[in-house]
């Protein structure tokens, strides 16, 4: 398979490896982007990150709660001039609204229901997109239910650029819940605990750290005692439980939680355009092409 310039970049601003190393871990792999990045980190060359998409799109998160519901939802627009809008602000807070209310089960369902004013959520969606005049889109959202003695912890960053929608038991205090949504913003972990990582993601990462550990030589007989040590630090990066706090970073986020008598049961963290590639376009221009409107 040929190796293009745009693959090279690509593994680049995926690893941070050298440009020639990129385009070797390519080679070897027949242009296979995973396995090059495997490559790449087997080989020490790459970040232990085994993916740094780039966030693209502009918009907003949002979070609502009433009662023992809560909704945290993204809403994409083209650019950032757009998401401080009034009117992209409103059709946000009606979406929630409608969204918290009656509790779709996926956006396409949500799309295809009918809000309080007659109209249709994707035909009401259309009708800001014909008066703000770019195209808008709701991406995601989650509606999360709590029961006696648990509390909802809610936190925007950014004015929402990054939004946590955390969920504890065992208290009500929502000082402890927030504290909780704002690490979670922070350090972005991706599960709870440990015992929620997937067995086959724990299994991959433990082989990429034995090739590792043996392709920087280390004896065979004190590979699987290093490897086991580096899952650990692997743990600690993705597992919420297991970092350590940011107020308080002599305490794990498991012992903060404990010393107030909870347990974290979930929590949803949305990043604006997490995932999605963004067309190139530089700041000059986008500043034309809004005075142009």
């Known amino acids: ?18 440009m020639m190393d990129c385009k070797k871990a390519l080679t070897e792999t027949n242009g296979d ?93 259309n009708e800001a997109i014909a008066k703000i005049g770019e195209k808008l889109t709701l991406r995601r959202f989650e509606v999360k239910t709590k029961g006696e003695n648990e509390v909802f912890g809610e936190y925007l960053h950014m004015g929402g650029r990054i939004g946590v929608l955390a969920l504890l038991s065992g208290t009500t205090d929502e000082s402890v819940a927030k504290d909780v949504a704002m690490h979670a913003a922070a350090l972005n972990p991706k599960y709870v605990s440990r015992d929620q990582v997937p067995q086959e993601e ?16 280390k004896p065979e007989k004190i590979v699987e005692k ?32 404990e010393s107030k008598g909870a347990t974290v049961k979930d929590f949803v963290r949305f990043e604006v355009g997490e995932g999605i590639e963004k067309r ?7 500043v034309m092409n809004q005075m142009k409107k």
Do not use: W
């Open 1 to 18: 398979m040929a190796i293009t310039a745009q693959m090279v970049k690509e593994l680049r601003e995926k690893t941070g490896a050298g």
């Open 33 to 125: 982007m995973e396995k090059a990045i495997d490559f790449l980190r087997e080989k020490g060359m790459a970040k232990a990150a085994k993916k740094a998409d780039r966030v693209a799109a502009e918009g907003t998160t949002y979070l609502l709660s009433e009662g023992n519901k809560a909704v945290i939802l993204e809403v994409n627009s083209e650019t950032d001039f757009v998401a401080k809008n009034e009117s992209f602000q409103n059709l946000v807070k009606e979406l929630a609204q409608h969204i918290l209310k009656n509790e779709p089960k996926t956006v396409e369902e949500a799309l295809d229901q009918t809000m309080e004013n007659g109209a249709k959520v994707s035909e009401y969606i």
């Open 202 to 217: 724990v299994e991959h990462e433990r082989q990429v750290l034995k090739q590792q550990a043996l392709n920087e030589g």
């Open 226 to 257: 290093m490897v086991e040590g580096r899952l650990n630090k692997f743990f600690e990066e993705i597992c919420l439980l297991e970092q350590s706090f940011v107020k308080n970073p002599d305490q794990k986020v498991r012992q903060f939680v």
């Open 280 to 286: 190139q376009e530089n700041f000059a221009e986008e």
